[in-house]
């Protein structure tokens, strides 16, 4: 769904949706996890894992390194979708393409959506697009922990925005809703 919005969706209702994606994102790195599904190999003490059902403040900093080196793959996956809906659908365009103008079918195009063709077109935008990510990921690869790891893929306001005093909490909240 988070790569079909790059197709079919302005940047804006990505935004409204983000989150959803991201803790849904989040619940699914952790169930494939503790499933046996998933591709990341933790020592063998950590498939004991556990989610707390308390809300408190997380304070144990192993179980939080771990719980953050299960569902980090899934924050690049969903950082990296952020990437590229903000270069295709956000800033200014390159060309002198009008709201309305007529696509391939003979269907009205949205401003959105002849910005990302426009820029689908320009091979120098291109490249500094993949320059970009491999900067891009390179620091979310490197991030020592959750709240670094949001502060790069853009979302850490959204996880403070949420109601939850540190980024831990927030994980834990989207593990136990996607239980339910």
Sequence with gaps: MMVYSLLSESYESW?????????????HAYMQHKH????????????SLAVRSDE?????????KKLFTIIQPML???GLIEQL????????????AKS?????SGGSLEKWEIEMNEKLGNMKEMV??????????????????LQEAFDVMGALTDVFS???????????????AGRS
């Design 85 to 96: 809906q903000q270069f295709f659908k956000k800033g200014k365009s390159s060309g002198t």
């Design 36 to 47: 046996g599904r998933s591709t990341l190999k933790l020592s063998s003490d950590s498939s």
């Design 162 to 176: 949420s109601g939850h005093a540190c980024c831990e909490d927030f994980v834990q909240a989207a593990i136990h």
């Design 56 to 64: 408190g403040s997380s304070s144990d900093t192993s179980e939080n």
């Design 100 to 104: 309305g103008e007529k696509g391939d």
């Design 15 to 27: 935004l409204q949706h983000r989150l959803a994606f991201l803790q849904r994102g989040i619940y």
């Design 76 to 78: 690049v996956y969903t």
């Design 128 to 145: 500094g697009l993949s320059k970009d990510l491999l900067s891009w990921l390179e620091d979310m690869t490197s991030s020592d922990d």
